[in-house]
Nanobody, 114 residues
Framework: VQLVESGGGLVQPGGSLRLSCAAA????????MAWVRQAPGKGLEWVSG????????YYAHSVKGRFTISRDNAKNTLYLQMDSLKPEDTALYYC????????RGQGTQVTVSS
């Protein structure tokens, strides 16, 4: 299993970023996928999930209405559109095949600061 996250960066509060996760080594279209994050000094936090076909999405209360998860099974890629970003969204973001990040990649850093 290989998961490679990208798209992070430094953004001002209220800004947007789009994260991507390129998957390889397994049949991507067969799996539920999720985004989890880890803020400095804290544990892993589940952010969002999507079923294998993309028809059902799930969000943590803290990001609902601001983040949108999606996937392109033809491209073996998972996405997270993040809008209205807040300083408390600052974290290392990972994609994973479960809600606890057991097979997460190296992560992509998101920093929200003015």
């Amino acid at each position: 299993v290989q998961l490679v996250e990208s798209g992070g960066g430094l953004v001002q509060p209220g800004g947007s970023l789009r994260l991507s996760c390129a998957a390889a080594g397994f049949t991507f279209s067969h799996y539920y996928m999720a985004w989890v994050r880890q803020a400095p000094g804290k544990g892993l936090e589940w952010v969002s999930g999507i079923n294998s076909g993309g028809s059902s999405t799930y969000y943590a209360h803290s990001v609902k209405g601001r983040f949108t998860i999606s996937r392109d099974n033809a491209k073996n890629t998972l996405y997270l559109q993040m809008d209205s970003l807040k300083p408390e969204d600052t974290a290392l973001y990972y994609c994973s095949r479960d809600n606890v990040g057991r097979d997460r990649g190296q992560g992509t850093q998101v920093t929200v600061s003015s």
